[in-house]
T-cell receptor, first 109, second 112 residues
Framework: EDQVTQSPEALRLQEGESSSLNCSYT??????LFWYRQDPGKGPEFLFT???AGEEKEKERLKATLTKKESFLHITAPKPEDSATYLC??????????FGKGTKLTVNP | DAMVIQNPRYQVTQFGKPVTLSCSQT?????MYWYQQKSSQAPKLLFH???????NEADTPDNFQSRRPNTSFCFLDIRSPGLGDAAMYLC???????????FGPGTRLTVL
């Protein structure tokens, strides 16, 4: 069974304080690892897809990396508007997305 | 802009009173999904359509039904809502490439 575990559950940062979120996964035949951002009361917003170990993608202050067992979402010099819950999901042979519970990020000014 | 639209954004119903949530998309995607998300939980897949082919998750209660009359629209029917069905319901679409799912804003369901 495909599984995703995200850590930490919650993270508080000061503005400008860089950090990383972790997504550990087990999947049968990885078809893709996805990162989403979810603001309170809204649907998830797509950020990145990673397909193979060693792959990296960047968008503004966010950088996602992938190994065979985990993915990291690095946040460089975060701003208060980066506060959100970040969801990780994997798609394996079942072709269905399996989500983690997310990391709630709070960036204080 | 191409998008996924859900109506209503907020729905209040009474225990046992049927409710229908709707989802429409302008992306012309073949695949549509319904997820249930409770507070601080991961989205949980209820069912999905590949075109008109319906796929139900094994643990989706019989209380939940779905209809997809055409490519653009999909409906979630909850026949007899219980207090435990209060949640955010998310609709998502995916194209043939399967690169990512696009989510709607969600419908927050409250059961009194």
């Amino acid at each position: 069974e495909d599984q995703v575990t995200q850590s930490p559950e919650a993270l508080r940062l000061q503005e400008g304080e860089s950090s990383s979120l972790n997504c550990s996964y087990t999947v049968s035949g990885l078809r893709g690892l996805f990162w989403y951002r979810q603001d309170p009361g809204k649907g998830p917003e797509f950020l990145f897809t990673l397909y193979s170990a060693g792959e990296e993608k960047e968008k503004e202050r966010l950088k996602a990396t992938l190994t065979k067992k985990e993915s990291f979402l690095h946040i460089t010099a975060p701003k208060p508007e980066d506060s959100a819950t970040y969801l990780c999901a994997v798609k394996g042979g079942s072709e269905k997305l399996v989500f983690g519970k997310g990391t709630k990020l709070t960036v204080n000014p | 802009d191409a998008m996924v639209i859900q109506n209503p954004r907020y729905q209040v119903t009474q225990f046992g009173k049927p409710v229908t949530l709707s989802c429409s998309q302008t992306l012309n995607h073949n695949v549509m999904y319904w997820y249930q998300q409770k507070s601080s939980q991961a989205p949980k897949l209820l069912f999905h359509y590949y075109d008109k082919d319906f796929n139900n998750e094994a643990d989706t209660p019989d209380n939940f039904q779905s209809r997809r009359p055409n490519t653009s629209f999909c409906f979630l029917d909850i026949r007899s809502p219980g207090l435990g069905d209060a949640a955010m319901y998310l609709c998502a679409t995916e194209g043939l490439a399967g690169n990512e799912q696009f989510f709607g804003p969600g419908t927050r369901l409250t059961v009194l």
